[in-house]
T-cell receptor
Framework: TQLLEQSPQFLSIQEGENLTVYCNSSSVFSSLQWYRQEPGEGPVLLVTVVTGGEVKKLKRLTFQFGDARKDSSLHITAAQPGDTGLYLCAGFIIQGAQKLVFGQGTRLTINP | EPEVTQTPSHQVTQMGQEVILRCVPISNHLYFYWYRQILGQKVEFLVSFYNNEISEKSEIFDDQFSVERPDGSNFTLKIRSTKLEDSAMYFC??????????FGPGTRLTVL
């Protein structure tokens, strides 16, 4: 059973296009994090969202936490080849939980 | 910027051998974690450690696994008798209080 399901799993688009990656669950998360992972390296934190409905922006990246705290999205505006990578969502199911639950990732390729 | 470090970056071992993976968490962090990622699969929680004891572990973390904080800086994961299916990237993570876990670059373990 996938607690956190990401879609799409693979996405290949042209430079300059916009894209959205989704992270969905039937469970409520106390907080949710987005990471980016390069091949052979560990996940690097991009953002943490905590409050339902919260929106955070990181340059051309916009992260949103769903009102019910069961889903999240990552929107990239005017994608660039440097955005290419594996994007992971991960969250804590309950407050104070130790175990971070990961989605399976979205592999994004931005073609010049 | 402080970061989690891990050694070695690559470890090749024969099936049945013991391995110790080492991590140096961020210095003022109190909570420590091990995760693994089998090639092509999602990141999976193994164990969390706080106040010199395991606070949570997954079903993957069986009797063949152990963790230790032998001094004030290192955090180790030992696999007593490695199996082929233990081949994976192993990530250490740490956090200060609530919320964000910061990941190390990982150790790639190959069991032959």
């Amino acid at each position: 059973t996938q607690l956190l399901e990401q879609s799409p799993q693979f996405l290949s688009i042209q430079e300059g296009e916009n894209l959205t990656v989704y992270c969905n669950s039937s469970s409520v998360f106390s907080s949710l994090q987005w990471y980016r992972q390069e091949p052979g390296e560990g996940p690097v934190l991009l953002v943490t969202v905590v409050t339902g409905g919260e929106v955070k922006k990181l340059k051309r990246l916009t992260f949103q936490f769903g009102d019910a705290r069961k889903d999240s999205s990552l929107h990239i505006t005017a994608a660039q080849p440097g955005d290419t990578g594996l994007y992971l969502c991960a969250g804590f199911i309950i407050q104070g939980a130790q175990k971070l639950v990961f989605g399976q990732g979205t592999r994004l390729t931005i073609n010049p | 910027e402080p970061e989690v470090t891990q050694t070695p970056s690559h470890q090749v071992t024969q099936m049945g051998q013991e391995v110790i993976l080492r991590c140096v968490p961020i210095s003022n962090h109190l909570y420590f974690y091990w995760y693994r990622q089998i090639l092509g699969q999602k990141v999976e929680f193994l164990v969390s450690f706080y106040n010199n004891e395991i606070s949570e572990k997954s079903e993957i973390f069986d009797d063949q696994f152990s963790v230790e904080r032998p001094d004030g800086s290192n955090f180790t994961l030992k696999i007593r008798s490695t199996k082929l299916e233990d081949s994976a990237m192993y990530f250490c993570a740490s956090r200060q209080g609530s919320g964000t876990q910061y990941f190390g670059p990982g150790t790639r373990l190959t069991v032959l």
